[in-house]
């Protein structure tokens, strides 16, 4: 009788580093984002993953942010933008956010917004975008007038 050989075991190879790498590489997909600033996706990146928006405050972030949260359908950065604009709301920012938050279809900020104007008309009423509302906006012109118009002590209002 003879003895058959012991089959060999195979050899398992180690891949070696540079095909490691050039795996991994292969299997990476980048997806370019060109529609949005790098500093805003990061800060949407960082909502997502903390719910907090550290440059929130920065000028120009919240309406950047919320332009992107709309687009990628970020609801809730949405709402975190407009609580901020919101909060932020004053009579030398009015004008600016009675128009975005028109634009943006923000109904509560917008009647917020519209409120403070009646409480500051005067003051409000002779800032320099105040005539850029009238120009460039007169539906919103419009409303503030109507509000105005029905106020408590107008000839109309009462």
Not at 41 to 64: K, N
Not at 75 to 102: G, M, P, Q, Y
């Amino acid at each position: 009788m003879q003895q058959q050989p012991t089959p060999k075991k195979p050899v398992k190879r180690q891949p070696s580093k540079a095909s490691k790498s050039a795996a991994v590489s292969a299997a990476i997909k980048v997806i370019q984002i060109s529609d949005v600033e790098p500093q805003v996706f990061q800060q949407i990146l960082h909502f997502l993953y903390t719910g907090r928006i550290p440059l929130l405050e920065e000028d120009g972030m919240a309406d950047r942010l919320f332009k992107a949260a709309d687009k990628y359908g970020l609801d809730n950065l949405k709402e975190e933008c407009a609580r901020f604009v919101l909060a932020d709301l004053n009579e030398h920012n009015v004008i600016d956010t009675l128009i975005w938050a028109s634009k943006n279809s923000l109904a509560n900020l917008f009647d917020c917004a519209l409120h403070l104007v009646s409480g500051n008309y005067p003051q409000v009423s002779s800032q320099p975008d105040w005539q850029n509302l009238i120009d460039n906006h007169p539906q919103i012109y419009l409303r503030v007038s109507q509000l105005m118009a029905n106020l408590p002590g107008n000839a109309r209002g009462t």
